[in-house]
């Protein structure tokens, strides 16, 4: 039978393990509209958001790469670099094409998934460039429709992309880079975006089942949809404990980051720029 003191100890032990816990918190990157262009914030906790990057175009898309330090943006017309989180030292990376504008960087840097429209095409197909070497090439040329807006797994040995026929449904698609033979992940009769994968292998995605675009989740055969607020929600991103996702929403016409608890669906606003934020992409560290 366990003491009054060996209790109390019991006790203490539970809410110094419970403070732990809570100190734990995301390196958060996103794009925040500053001074005529998007560009690159880094925020921790309740910390305000520290801006990383001042080159003049608009970032569309940015990946976090595995040393935590340093991150890949791509822009809206085939512009790119590395950026230090803390220096702000820009590294400029060359890509295949000026029309370019969701190129991902995988985790150790090695490789460049981005989709683009080949001459006399009509629709982007997905490719490879090998930043070393700087040859590129198609992956899937015999997936009907758009291949586009791919997303690395954590751990880099996969990646995800959104496939689609114009006016039916989109579908979420991976493969791997040892075996690239696509499988279909999400499929149903709408359109199905912004995929992002969790440490432990769970999605989360946009989708318009329910007519709006709302945040749901995939685990193993298993989907749940997470919001259900009027507008519209998208670009999810899972937290690096999986306790919530931070995703982007339009309100009164401005975007900005929010996250919602994926243990009782409680959302709260994260940024509250005038002028906008949006894409937010958390620091996962996955070892090997």
């Known amino acids: 039978m366990l003491s009054k003191l060996s209790i109390l100890f019991l006790c203490i032990f539970s809410i110094s393990a419970h403070a732990e816990i809570k100190k734990v918190k995301d390196t958060l990157a996103y794009l925040k509209y500053d001074k005529a262009y998007w560009q690159v914030f880094i925020k921790q906790g309740d910390a305000a958001g520290k801006k990383i990057s001042g080159s003049a175009y608009d970032k569309s898309i940015i990946t976090w790469l595995q040393d935590g330090e340093n991150i890949f943006a791509c822009g809206i017309q085939g512009e790119a670099e590395i950026i230090n989180i803390k220096t702000g030292k820009s590294q400029p990376v060359t890509l295949p094409a000026k029309s370019i504008n969701d190129a991902v960087i995988s985790p150790d ?22 930043v070393a070497s700087k040859i590129s090439k198609p992956l899937f040329k015999n997936i009907q429709g758009r291949q586009y807006d791919p997303k690395w797994s954590v ?23 040892k075996n690239l033979q696509p499988r279909v992940v999400v499929h149903n009769t709408r359109y199905n975006l912004d995929v992002d994968e969790s440490i432990n292998g769970k999605l989360t995605y946009s989708s318009n089942l329910k007519n709006s675009f709302d945040i749901w989740i995939k685990d193993g055969s298993k989907t749940t949809q997470l919001t259900k607020t009027e507008g519209s929600e998208s670009h999810p991103n899972w937290s690096s404990d999986e306790t919530h996702i931070y995703f982007e929403k339009l309100v009164d016409g401005v975007v900005n980051i929010w996250s919602v608890n994926v243990s009782d669906s409680e959302i709260k606003q994260v940024t509250f720029s005038k002028a906008g934020a949006r894409f937010p992409v958390v620091y996962k560290r996955w070892v090997k």
């Open 109 to 130: 840097g090695k490789l460049i998934l981005y989709s683009d429209i080949a001459k006399d095409a009509t629709d982007n197909k997905l490719w490879l460039y090998e």
């Open 155 to 177: 751990n880099g040995d996969s990646f995800y992309f959104v496939t689609g026929v114009a006016n039916t449904s989109y579908q979420i698609s991976q493969a791997t880079l």
